[in-house]
């Protein structure tokens, strides 16, 4: 799959530059396995599965990071589709809207358009997934206690932009000849998060007919 996206969507507008692993250490083997499970065609809820004798905070790191990688892929090349005027509001349709709250320019609840709901989005999870403290990366050192805490909040906002895509941009990405390679990443991401239960129930209401 991640050959297709490739070829679907243009890669040169990323919203943000990728995540890469580094050669040579555990979580680098970690996402080849991962990749190799994926383009074998194995059924997607086996995909998911922690492999045998691995770390699940390595295994959710990997998946977090390639998820970021992925749909930062979808929304860069959808973005001209979604603008300040089309959409002045972050929302999922009619019935759920979306406000950003971060710890430092927004510490409250904020209507945003969707474009910029989207930038402080990436912004903020490169800026995790970047944090040694957070997403260790040298051997030996632990991951925090709150990690999958901090895991659950990346994949919940990275959720949202699904909801976004589906209800505002869907007849785009159709148009695009993209809607096979998007509805295969969604049940990706879809099947990874109830896997390791990493994303309330409630957030998922506004994509459950899918």
């Known amino acids: 799959m991640a050959l297709c996206l490739k070829q679907v969507f243009n890669k040169d507008k990323t919203f943000r530059p990728r995540k890469k692993f580094e050669p040579g250490t555990q979580r680098f083997e970690l996402y080849k396995k991962a990749q190799a499970s994926l383009k074998s ?14 770390s699940i905070n390595d295994w959710i790191a990997v998946h977090v990071v ?28 009619l019935k759920y809207e ?17 474009p910029q709901y989207m930038c402080m989005l990436m912004d903020w999870i490169e800026m995790l997934i970047n944090n040694e403290d957070i997403f260790p990366t040298r051997i030996g050192v632990p991951f925090p206690k ?9 994949l919940t906002r990275l959720f949202r932009v699904f909801v976004h895509v589906y209800i505002h941009h869907f007849d785009s990405i159709i148009s695009m000849g993209a809607e096979a390679h998007v509805n295969t990443c969604y049940k990706h991401f879809y099947y990874f998060i109830r896997e ?3 994303i309330d129930h409630r957030e998922l209401e506004p994509l459950v007919r899918m």
């Open 98 to 114: 979306y406000r950003w709250q971060d710890d430092s320019k927004y510490k409250k609840p904020t209507k945003l358009s969707a």
């Open 41 to 54: 065609g194995l059924d997607l809820k086996a995909v998911v599965q922690l492999p045998p004798g691995e």
């Open 196 to 198: 390791f239960s990493l």
């Open 146 to 154: 709150q990690f999958q805490q901090v895991c659950t909040k990346i």
């Open 66 to 93: 390639d998820f970021f990688n992925r749909i930062n892929l979808i929304y860069g090349t959808m973005s001209e589709y979604c603008t300040e005027r089309s959409c002045p509001i972050m929302s999922g349709g």
